[in-house]
């Protein structure tokens, strides 16, 4: 059996002390395939961020274990995981973490530079094009709008095509047709390149693009819907976007 690309086993995330302590995650399990497509869905506060930041390395949890790559990140040190993080896993934060003194294209190629990669320079230009920067590569962030600079953010995470993308929010900042295409570079991120996405999500005609939903309710998985529609999806919610 191959192993999935991302595996959540019994993960336990918890925040603050005594009377203030939350559980952002409770005995959370969940595989995800690779070549997948994945939306996280649920109200605020349900763990979507807190589950997408302890599949990714970005933070650890309390108890389980979380295995990207076939690896454990949880019991992987600090060093050894910067390297995976680097190597074979892509982040689109809802903060863009762009660097404010280099331009667009800089700040897409950075991340190929510090691992001592030539990026394709052809690649990069498509890339800014499809996010609707073919305009703007020369531009720093701070004469980027709050959209711009998060398109520099997809186009900097899709660039060495890692082996899995962490997207949160990807869409939550953009207008509807640079929506639309950044989900199709999503899409084709995992049909033509064998990429496994998980992406959390507010929006149903986003999800729609997945191909299943896990949804969250205060920490825990109450659902996994394999290829619903949006209108499926809005239903699940309870009419909440």
Known sequence: ?????????????????????????????????????????GPSGSGKSTLLQCAS????????????????ITRLPEKDLAVLRRDRIGVIFQTFNLVPSLTAWQNVVLPSRLARRRPDPARVRELLRRVGLGDREGHRPAQLSGGQQQRVAIARALLSRPEVLFADEPTGALDRATGHEVLELL??????????VVMVTHDPEAAARAD????????????????PSAEQIGLRLGGRA
Not at 11 to 22: E, I, L, M
Not at 31 to 40: E, H, I, L, N, R
Not at 187 to 196: N, S
Not at 212 to 227: E, K
């Open 212 to 227: 299943a939903v896990l949804f969250l309710t205060d920490g825990r998985i109450v659902d996994l819907v394999q290829r």
């Open 187 to 196: 899409r084709e991120a995992v049909d033509e390149f064998g990429q496994t």
């Open 1 to 41: 059996m191959i192993d999935p690309a991302v595996l959540l086993d019994g993960v336990t995330r918890t925040y603050g002390d005594g009377d203030a302590k939350v559980a952002a995650l409770h005995q959370v399990s969940a595989a995800f395939p690779m070549g997948s497509f994945t939306a996280v869905m």
């Open 57 to 72: 390395g970005l933070d650890r949890p309390q108890s389980g274990a979380v295995r990207v790559a076939g690896q454990d």
